[in-house]
C-alpha cells in the first residue's frame, strides 16, 4: 500500500517509509491509498483481545511490514505496561459506554500509540537500511510529550526532543515530563501556547538548510505527533476493538450501528474513529467536542474553519488547541482532491481562516460538534461522581456534557461510546474541587486526597512524582527552537 501526502506532491512506496518521515515533504500529511477492509466477521471480532485486534486492523494498513514483524510491535507494546489485563476496559456509567483509553504508563490514551510507536519505527528503520539516528521531535499539549518521552526513552537510535508552553500544561503533566529519565530524551518549556510550539516543529521540519545540516551530522528528523501515520493508525484499532466487545457482551446486536464522542484538540483521535467506520465498523455519528476553543465546533456546523479567535487556557489543557493537523486528512478523504487541500491550507496559513466545498460539507454530515465551558465541564464532574459514582477526567468530562446535548437535541438513544483519554488523577486539582474537596495548595495533595474519596489507587506513574529530580529546566523562546534542536544534536 502506498501512502499519498493531502497536498499531492509525495508519495511513499510504503508505511515504513511515511513513519520513518513523518511529514510529506510538501508540508503535508501522508494518508494510506485506500483504507483496507475489516474482513472479518463481526462474531469473530467480538471473540478476539486487544492484541489481536491491533494486529489485524495495523497489518492490514502497513502491508510492507511482515506479520510477524506486527505482531512483534503490538505484543511489545501492549503488555503488563498496561494497568489492565485487557488493555482498553469498556464501563458504562450514566448514558454511555467510556472506552478507558488511560491504563498505560503515562495516565492518557496517548500511550495507546505511543507505546508501539518506537517498535514500529525502529523496524521501519530496519527494514528500510536507514543508518541515520532518528531524532523525534514532538510539540505538546501535555500528554503527548509524556508518552512520548516514556515510549522512547533508552530505544536503541533515537534521540527524543520534546516542547511544552511554559504555561499551558497542568501541574502534573509538567512534573511527569521534567523529571523524564533517559540519556536520549530532552524536554523545553516554551514561552507561547500549544499552537505557537506546533507551529514552530513544523518549520523545523520544513527547513531544508537545517535537514541538510543535520543529516551531515548523522541525524534524521521524525515526529511522534499525530501528524506521523504510525501514530494514527494504531489509535484506529481500539475502535474496531470496542465496536467486538458491545457485542460479546450483548449491548449491540452485530452490524447494529453507535455513536462514539471524542473530546477533540488535534482531531487525531476522532479521525481514527473515521478510519475504524471506514474499514467496516457502523457509526451513526463521529461527536466531536471541543471546549472553549471550539473551532471545531463551528467548522462542522458551517464548513468555515476561523481560527482568528482569542485563544483560551483551560482546564483541559490537551485540548487548547487553534490548528487542528489531522483536519487535513479528513478534508484528503471527503475532497478526494489534493489541489483543494493544497489551498485550503495554505488559506489557513496565511488567513487562518477557510471555507471548504459544498462536497465536504456534505462528507461532513456524520459528524456533530459541539462544546463544553469549564464551569459545564466541572458541573459535569460532579454529577457524574454523585450520581454515578464515575470519575471522569476534565477531557472526558467535556466529551460527556457534549454528549448530554446531543441526547437532548436529538433523542438519538443508541448506544454510544465515548473515548475516555484521560486518568482523573491526571487532572486531580480540577477533578477534586468539582466533585466538592477541599482546596490545596499543592496539586499532589488532591492525588492523594482523590484517592481516598474514591477508592482508587493512584496510577503507579503519577505516585511520587513531587519528589523526583528534575532534569530538564530550560525554558526557551519560540524563535530559539531551531537552537536548541542543534544544541542536544551536537
Ligand atoms: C491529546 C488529548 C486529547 C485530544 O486528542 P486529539 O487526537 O489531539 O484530538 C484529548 N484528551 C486528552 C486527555 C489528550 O491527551
Known sequence: MKYFSTRGGQIA?????????????????????KIPALDISFEELSEMTYQE????VIGKFFEDFTSEEISYCVDSAYDDKFETK?????????????????????????????????????????????????????????????????????????????????????????????????????VFAVRGNFDDAQTGVKKIFNDKDFAKMLDDRGYRLSSANSINIGRLVPQVAYYVYAYGQLIKRGTIAP?????????????????????????????????????????????????????????????S????????????????????????????????????????????KQGMSCFYGGFSDVTDTNKTIGSMYRTKGYLLDTHTAVAYKVYEDYLKSTCDARPTLIAATASPFKFSGSVALSIGLPESDSEFDYLKMLSEESGIQIPKGLSGLETKEIRHKDVIDIEDMVKAVEACLK
Not at 103 to 131: C, N, W
Not at 255 to 272: D, K
Request: aromatic share 8%; charged share 20%.
Open 13 to 33: 512506496d510504503g508505511a515504513a517509509s511515511a513513519i520513518i518521515q513523518g511529514i510529506a515533504d510538501d508540508k503535508g500529511l501522508f494518508v494510506p491509498e
Open 53 to 56: 485486534v491491533a494486529k489485524l
Open 86 to 186: 485487557d488493555i482498553v476496559p469498556i464501563v458504562p456509567a450514566g448514558d454511555a459506554l467510556f472506552m478507558e483509553l488511560y491504563h498505560g504508563r503515562t495516565s492518557a490514551f496517548k500511550d495507546m500509540a505511543l507505546s508501539i510507536l518506537p517498535y514500529l519505527l525502529s523496524t521501519a528503520v530496519k527494514k528500510q537500511g536507514e543508518e541515520k539516528k532518528i531524532c523525534i521531535l514532538t510539540a505538546t499539549s501535555g500528554d503527548t510529550g509524556k508518552a512520548a518521552l516514556e515510549g522512547f526513552s533508552g530505544v536503541e537510535g533515537t534521540e527524543i526532543i520534546v516542547f511544552y508552553p511554559e504555561d499551558g500544561v497542568s501541574a502534573v503533566q509538567k512534573a511527569q515530563m521534567v523529571t523524564q529519565e533517559g540519556k536520549n530524551t530532552h
Open 255 to 315: 452490524r447494529a450501528s453507535v455513536n462514539i464522542v471524542v473530546p477533540t484538540g488535534n482531531f487525531g483521535n476522532i479521525l481514527a474513529a473515521y478510519y475504524a467506520s471506514l474499514m467496516g465498523i457502523p457509526v451513526n455519528k463521529f461527536i466531536c467536542a471541543s471546549n472553549e476553543n471550539k473551532v471545531l465546533t463551528d467548522f462542522i456546523n458551517t464548513g468555515i474553519y476561523d481560527a482568528r479567535r482569542e485563544f483560551h487556557l483551560t482546564n
Open 317 to 360: 489543557p490537551s485540548m487548547d488547541i487553534l490548528i487542528s493537523s489531522n483536519l487535513e486528512r479528513l478534508l484528503y478523504h471527503l475532497s478526494g482532491d489534493a489541489s483543494e487541500v493544497n489551498r485550503l491550507m495554505s488559506e489557513l496559513d496565511s488567513d487562518k481562516y477557510y471555507e471548504v466545498s459544498d462536497k465536504v
